[in-house]
């Protein structure tokens, strides 16, 4: 079916139904070539609600240029058994799906079609999700599940794992738990790669870091803590045998 026929078709598709004897109407369509799924998928993906299907039996892609519905390449694995999944194929990155609350100024949630370095944006509704300073985002990029957000003050902050064949989580960024039952907690040693101090900067008062100077013959554990006055205070623990 022709991208321009879509409206029209969808139009007829609502009309069929409206037919009294249901036979005459399938002949129809099978005789001029309407699919009713495809026609309510193309509806989708120009945005609209599936022809005669109720609003919100479709999800409408955000960004409707180029895209297109396969239902023979892409295999369900899930399933099994030979199944195909029903997927929108994107031309390029750009936005799959959005949501919003009535009276939103920004959509909730933004989903681009390519995870690599855009993912999933998350906001409350008054500012731009897919910007930093009013949203957060998830995506996946060289193997990674990247998380970054904004702080109370104003700060970015993220955190990049990386789940290593042993088990174990690297994350190059700040896991924060925040409140007095905010805790990490570890069945195994706890363990740092950190090997520089850190600058004073980074740390906000009531903030420790702890970094290890691997140096040959003069190993130690090092921490620096910043005071409730905003003071920066370091201890050195030598590593001796």
């Known amino acids: 079916m022709a991208e321009s026929d879509v409206p029209a078709a969808i139009q007829l598709d609502a009309e069929l139904d409206e037919l009294v004897d249901p036979t005459v109407s399938e002949l129809y369509r099978v005789m001029h070539g309407y699919d009713p799924e495809a026609i309510g998928a193309a509806a989708a993906v120009r945005g609209g609600n599936g022809g005669s299907q109720p609003a919100g039996s479709v999800i409408p892609t955000a960004?409707?240029?180029?895209?297109?519905?396969?239902t023979t390449t892409y295999d369900d694995t899930i399933?099994?058994?030979g199944a195909k999944l029903t997927t929108l194929v994107f031309p390029q990155n750009q936005g799959a799906i959005a949501i919003a609350i009535e009276g939103d100024d920004f959509p909730r949630y933004v989903i681009a079609a390519d995870p690599d370095g855009d993912g999933i944006y998350i906001g409350d509704g008054t500012g731009d999700p897919t910007d930093s300073a009013t949203g957060a985002e998830i995506y996946f990029s060289n193997g990674e599940l990247h998380l970054a957000a904004v702080d109370g003050n104003n700060?970015?902050?993220?955190?990049n794992f990386n789940v290593a064949p042993s088990g174990t989580i690297d994350?190059?960024?700040t896991i924060q738990g925040?409140?007095?039952?905010?805790?990490?907690?570890?069945?195994?040693?706890?363990?740092?790669?950190?090997?520089?101090?850190p600058a004073d900067g980074t740390l906000f008062a009531g903030e420790a870091a702890i970094w290890f100077d691997p140096t040959n013959g003069a190993a130690a554990l090092n921490i620096k803590a910043k005071q409730a006055d905003g003071t920066v205070k370091t201890a050195t623990i030598p590593v001796v045998t």
């Not at 960004?63 to 396969?70: C, E, F, K, M, S």
């Open 63 to 70: 960004n409707a240029d180029g895209v297109t519905v396969d």
């Open 79 to 81: 399933a099994g058994g």
């Open 155 to 159: 700060v970015v902050i993220g955190a």
């Open 171 to 173: 994350a190059g960024g």
């Open 178 to 197: 925040n409140g007095a039952g905010g805790i990490i907690a570890t069945a195994g040693p706890l363990a740092t790669l950190a090997n520089t101090e």
